[in-house]
Nanobody, 120 residues
Framework: QVQLVESGGGLVQPGGSLRLSCAGSGFVFSNYVMSWYRQAPGKERELVAGLISVDGSTNYADSVKGRFTGSRDNSKNTVYLQMNSLKPEDTAVYYC?????????????WGQGTQVTVSS
């Protein structure tokens, strides 16, 4: 059974930091493209950090460049999102996503999400 389990969300003051984790199981983690998305109330889900690779290269949304860092540890089947200098507009549910192929069929897996609230 495929699972993506996020953790690390919570309430933080503006300017603070959080580190999100997403542990994958039930699939070959290293073969999958891992990304982080977020969805704020009343808004569409958006890509925050995509194509997170072990060498540190990641595509970031303009709104988070220089503040967020995506990383992955394939030995732990885990992807991370370090979020610094948080702003109220970063408030959202954050989801990790895994995309890959299995048996010739494209697979697209989502975690259950973790709430991040930035407020004083």
């Amino acid at each position: 059974q495929v699972q993506l389990v996020e953790s690390g969300g919570g309430l933080v003051q503006p300017g603070g930091s959080l580190r999100l984790s997403c542990a994958g199981s039930g699939f070959v983690f290293s073969n999958y493209v891992m990304s982080w998305y977020r969805q704020a109330p009343g808004k569409e889900r958006e890509l925050v950090a995509g194509l997170i690779s072990v060498d540190g290269s990641t595509n970031y949304a303009d709104s988070v460049k220089g503040r967020f860092t995506g990383s992955r540890d394939n030995s732990k089947n885990t992807v991370y999102l370090q979020m610094n200098s948080l702003k109220p507009e970063d408030t959202a549910v954050y989801y990790c996503n895994a995309k890959g192929w299995l048996g010739g069929i494209r697979r697209n897996y989502w975690g259950q999400g973790t709430q991040v609230t930035v407020s004083s």
